[in-house]
């Protein structure tokens, strides 16, 4: 197995992208060669012993550019040993059951059934009202959607963590 791995994300505010730096911090701490990239600049999967895929959710679909990625690799992708991370319900509690079970897109399901991901997480989003538009405040405040920062960066931390010693034993 090729020591270096790809973890690379669709966001569209910048925290997605933490969480995938975060990701790529705990794995380089364990000696793993990690390229951390927007999706866009991410260039070939097939350079890379393993690939992390990760992307912003709004209304239940991940990114476009993600999932334009995740379309066009999908060959290079079912190749190599790949997770998928999602971001983005915000609230208290876990995720999935603050999304009533949603785990990953439905559109792209039967792409990720064809890779075969070895895992698939689903981790708090976050919203800063800053950085948010006129439409996209009143949007919030229309739901009513919790605001605030709701990563668990323990889980993080976790989930890269055994993604690391998953690869230490491929």
Request: aromatic share 10%; glycine share 12%.
């Amino acid at each position: 197995m090729s020591g270096t791995v790809l973890v690379a994300y669709g966001t569209k505010y910048g925290a997605t992208g933490e969480i995938a730096e975060r990701i790529g911090e705990t794995m380089r701490g364990a000696d793993w060669q990690v390229t951390v990239a927007p999706v866009e600049q991410a260039g070939d999967p097939a350079q890379y012993g393993a690939v992390v895929l990760g992307s912003a959710v709004y209304a239940g679909a991940w990114r476009k550019e993600a999932v334009a990625f995740l379309e066009a690799n999908e060959a290079a992708l079912a190749q190599r040993p790949v997770w998928f991370f999602s971001s983005g319900p915000t609230g208290e509690g876990d995720p999935v059951a603050l999304m009533d079970g949603w785990r990953f897109p439905e559109a792209q399901q039967p792409i990720a059934d064809r890779i075969g991901p070895r895992d698939i997480a689903f981790f708090g989003g976050k919203i800063d009202t800053d950085k948010l538009n006129l439409a996209e405040k009143l949007l919030i405040k229309s739901l009513r959607a919790p605001v605030g920062d709701f990563r668990d960066w323990n889980a993080i931390d976790a989930w890269a963590a055994g993604i690391a010693q998953a690869l230490q034993t491929m």
